[in-house]
């Protein structure tokens, strides 16, 4: 009997970078067991549209039980476990194929929001136990990242599979061009991600853990 699979994605470089931490961090970790679970990892396209194909395709090949999307998010200084993805795509930058679409559903007729299904609480807590700058954050964007976090959420609806986004800062490659910014190395996300997806596995019930924003 073949074991159970997590489904890990990350992204293509965007933006004009030549390379995107998430993929980075994410491809280091295809193969392997965690908890009885084998880790299939897959890269997206930076692409409204085209990456949700792609997503479908991965969660049909792999049948997954769990489910944690990973993107970059150049400018934050923690990891940012993403607590809600909105029906909305309004492009800031032109994706990779130069789609920039403005104020259209990711969904049509689709719900305004979901909430991600995994333990992000506890998963937060894990984290900050072990020494690793980490937030809940209330928006994902309304770029590629929060189009593939509301399509996979939406996929899923009703799947018993719990799924959810992360987002990392710039690799320190990427932040030394840009004097002041923050980064986390990809050594760092890699130990991050199996801490978060070790205790998604093994939470049933969310911790109760004020991590919310006044802005």
Known sequence: ????????????????????????????????MLEGHRIAARRLPVEFGVSLDA???ALRE??????????????????SLE??????????????????PIDEPVV?????????????KAMLAALRGAGIPAEVSQTAGTYV????????????RDAPVRSGFLHIPWAPEQAARTPGAPSVSI????AALR????????????????????H
Request: aromatic fraction near 6%; include cysteine; proline fraction near 7%.
């Open 1 to 32: 009997m073949h074991p159970p699979v997590i489904l890990l994605t990350g992204f293509a470089p965007f933006g004009g970078e030549t390379v995107n931490p998430s993929w980075e961090a994410v491809r280091q970790l295809d193969g392997e």
């Open 55 to 57: 997503l479908q395709a």
């Open 62 to 79: 792999t049948a997954p039980v769990l489910v944690l999307c990973v993107g970059q998010a150049g400018g934050r200084a923690q990891l």
């Open 83 to 100: 607590r809600v993805a909105i029906n909305v795509d309004d492009a800031r930058i032109p994706d990779n194929a130069g789609a920039a």
């Open 108 to 120: 049509a007729d689709g719900p305004a929001a979901y909430f991600a299904t995994l333990p992000i």
């Open 145 to 156: 990242c929060n189009h593939v976090f509301y399509g996979l959420l939406h996929a899923l």
């Open 187 to 190: 050594d760092t996300v890699v």
């Open 195 to 214: 801490i978060a997806l070790r205790t998604a596995l093994k939470t049933t019930t969310d911790q109760r853990l004020a991590a919310g924003a006044e």
